[in-house]
C-alpha cells in the first residue's frame, strides 16, 4: 500500500544532493500502489515527478507536487538458447547492481556501462552510453503504463526511437508514461567491446591480455572512479551537457581555427565535438564560485561543493552555455533534467 507523505526532503533522491522539499511524496513498489497514487493526484492535480536515481536532475527549488519514487524489484530470465538470453528488470533495480549481476552471470553486452548510477527503468530514456556502447545494444522491449488510459504499452526497439542521448520518452511520450520493466538480449558467448582506447589501455595496466566481460567491466569502473566525481562525495548528475552534433562543414571550419578540438565520425556526413574540450577553452575548468563548479578533471561536469542552490547550478550552466556561443557558435543542449 502506498504512503503520502508531505514536506519532506529530496536530498537523498538527487546525486546533486539538493536540499529541495516535495509537497507530496510516495514511494511505489507495485501497480497497485502506483494507481493509488494516481488516484489522490487526478483527486489534487498537480504536477508529477518520477524518481529513480534522482543521477539526471537539478533541483533549481522546491518541488510543489508529487514526487513517486518507483521502487519495483526483480530480476527474471525469460528465455535463453545457445547464444543469447533474454533478461526482465523492474525499472526499480539499481542499474550497476543489474549490470553486476549480468557479468557475474557470464551475460555480455551491458559491461562497458558498468558504474553508471541511476536505475534500470531510467536507463531506456536517454539510452544510456559510456565507453562504445549504449543500451540500446543490448535492448529488446520495455513495458511501459499509459498514465492517462492506465493500459500496458509493450515497446519494442523501433518504437523507442533511440538516438545519442535521445529515445521517443524524451520526445513524444515525455511525461506520458511510467517505464516498468525493461528486457534485455544478452550474449552467453560475450565478445568484449574494446573499440574506446581507453579500456584497453587500462586492461594492459592491469596486466590483462585476453580480457573478459568482468575484466572490461572492472577496467571501466577504473577509469570512471579515476575520472568522474563520486555523487557521495561531490553533489553532480554526470555529463551536464551532451557532446554537440554538429555538420560537417561546422567541423571543418572549426578545426581550421581551432587545430586541437576533439571530434567523432557520427552517421550522416555529422561531427560530434567534444563539450569538454569547447568548456575547457572558455577557461571554466576548475572554476567554482561558492559551492557551484565545474570538475577541474572533467569539464562537462557541473558540481555542487556542499550549499550551492539549484539556481547557482543552473546560472553557471547557462553562463557556460553562453560562452561556448560566443567563441565557437555551437549550442550546448543540456542533457540533465532541470526541474
Ligand atoms: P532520474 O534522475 O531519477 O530520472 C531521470 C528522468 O527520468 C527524470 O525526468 C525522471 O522523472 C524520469 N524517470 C525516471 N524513472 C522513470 C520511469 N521509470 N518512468 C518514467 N520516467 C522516469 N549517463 C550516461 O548515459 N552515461 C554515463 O556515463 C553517465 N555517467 C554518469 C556519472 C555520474 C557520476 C552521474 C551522477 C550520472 C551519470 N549519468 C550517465 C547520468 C545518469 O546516470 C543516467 O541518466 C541515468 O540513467 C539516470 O537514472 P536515474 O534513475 O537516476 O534517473
Ligand atoms: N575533454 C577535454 N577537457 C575536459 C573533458 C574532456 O578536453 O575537461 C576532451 C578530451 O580530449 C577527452 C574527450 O574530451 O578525450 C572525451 O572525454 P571523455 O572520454 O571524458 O568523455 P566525454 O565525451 O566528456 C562522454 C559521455 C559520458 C561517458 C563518457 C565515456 C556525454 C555527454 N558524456 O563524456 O557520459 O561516461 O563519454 O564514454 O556523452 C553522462 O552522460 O552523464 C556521462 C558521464
Redesign the pocket.
Known amino acids: 500500500m502506498a504512503i503520502r507523505q508531505s514536506g519532506i526532503s529530496l536530498k537523498e533522491f538527487n ?1 546533486f544532493g539538493m536540499d529541495v522539499k516535495a509537497r507530496d511524496f510516495s514511494r511505489v513498489s507495485t501497480l497497485d500502489d502506483l494507481w493509488q497514487v494516481m488516484d489522490w493526484i487526478e483527486n489534487e492535480p498537480g504536477k508529477l ?9 537539478l533541483f533549481t527549488s522546491d518541488f510543489d507536487g508529487w514526487a513517486v519514487a ?1 521502487q519495483n524489484k526483480g530480476i527474471e530470465i525469460l528465455s535463453r538458447n545457445e547464444d543469447f538470453v533474454r533478461v526482465k528488470v523492474a ?1 526499480g533495480e539499481n ?1 550497476h547492481d543489474f549490470v553486476m549481476w549480468c557479468v557475474e552471470n557470464g551475460f555480455g553486452g551491458l559491461e562497458n556501462l558498468s558504474l ?4 534500470v ?3 531506456p ?2 539510452n ?3 565507453y562504445g556502447v549504449e543500451l540500446k545494444d543490448s535492448f529488446q522491449s520495455l513495458e511501459a503504463y499509459d498514465l492517462e488510459s492506465r493500459e500496458k504499452l509493450v515497446l519494442e526497439f523501433k518504437d523507442c526511437r533511440f538516438g545519442y ?1 535521445d529515445s521517443i520518452f524524451k520526445q513524444e511520450l515525455k511525461g506520458r ?3 516498468w520493466s525493461v528486457t534485455f538480449r544478452l550474449s552467453v558467448q560475450p565478445v568484449v567491446q574494446l573499440s574506446y582506447g581507453a579500456i584497453s589501455q587500462e586492461l594492459n595496466a592491469m596486466g590483462i591480455l585476453n580480457p573478459g566481460i568482468k575484466d572490461v567491466s572492472e577496467a571501466v569502473c577504473r577509469i570512471r572512479r579515476s575520472k ?2 563520486d ?1 557521495a562525495e561531490i553533489g ?4 551536464f551537457f551532451k557532446n554537440p552534433v554538429v555538420s560537417a562543414e561546422k567541423a571543418e571550419m572549426l578545426q581550421a581555427s581551432y587545430p586541437g578540438i576533439v571530434t567523432y565520425p557520427v552517421p550522416d556526413f555529422q561531427v560530434k565535438l567534444a563539450a569538454g574540450w569547447l568548456i575547457e577553452q572558455c577557461r571554466f575548468k576548475g572554476f567554482r564560485r561558492g559551492d557551484a563548479g565545474v570538475h577541474p578533471n572533467q569539464a562537462l561536469v557541473l558540481v555542487n561543493y556542499g550549499s550551492a542552490t539549484g539556481s547557482e547550478i543552473l546560472e553557471l550552466a547557462e553562463e557556460i552555455q553562453q560562452a561556448v556561443l560566443e567563441k565557437f557558435d555551437v549550442l550546448l543542449e543540456m542533457e540533465v ?1 532541470v526541474v
Open positions: 546525486t515527478l518520477f524518481l529513480g536515481g534522482g543521477s539526471n536532475l518507483i525499472a542499474w553508471i548510477p541511476g536505475n527503468g531510467s536507463s530514456i536517454q544510456i552510453g559510456a542521448r508514461v511510467i517505464l568522474l566525481p555523487p553532480n548528475a554526470g555529463s533534467n
